[in-house]
């Protein structure tokens, strides 16, 4: 005989396992919504970086082909700046060359040698300097002549031609006026003498010809010196200046 059941001598059965909680349908989906969206996330970041890139790249090339053209141009500006020389003025082949004070040139010296500097009681103390060329004359020169009648200078202008130097006496006119006397200067008729017997200044202009003998192509003489009282013309510096020289 046996006594009582005691409860825990009664047999249960052992519990049933618990079942897997299945996922819900949404959450899985929406896993892999999130998944994707970061995969393109992931994309799109490394896109816009690679095109950032590339434009930097590009701008980059760009800046510096664009310097680098600049920089030729002004270059080359610069080295036609340096090579580009002014234009040269010829001068002419018979225009007379600027005096320069003191200077004695060709015809400076020939006179020298032909007149000198003395001339009776006429001594040019500073002898003979190039002048400043008038009226169409390829060179000039000048002594001043000193004595006891006076001073006087002696400019004698050479051109290429006797016509030439004839035709300078007209130009000339226009500064000194007309002349109060005309006459030759050798007795065989040859050579043309002009007198000037101004108020303030008289003068002597004069020049020779093919006939005339001794005789230099082209030459025009002319004598100036301050008026005195004289009587006449005949006493007159610069006619007696014209008459002591060795001409």
Known sequence: MTGPERPEDVYRPPAAPTPPVESDGDDAEE?????RVRRRSRVVVITVIAASATLLLGLTVAIVMLTTGLLSAIGDRGGDADTEKPAVVEQEPDDPQPVRAGECGELCGALESEIGVDAGAWTAEAGWSDAEPEVGATAAATAVFTSDLGTGTLTVLQ???????????????????????????FDDGSGTRYDYDGALTSRVLWHLDAQSTPHEVGRLYLIEAPANDAADFSEQAAYQLYLALPL
């Not at 896993?31 to 998944?35: D, F, I, R, Y």
């Open 159 to 185: 051109f290429d031609t006797d016509e030439q130097a004839a035709q300078a006496v007209k130009d000339l006119g226009t500064r000194i006026g007309e002349p109060v006397f005309q006459t030759t200067v």
């Open 31 to 35: 896993s892999q919504e999130v998944a």
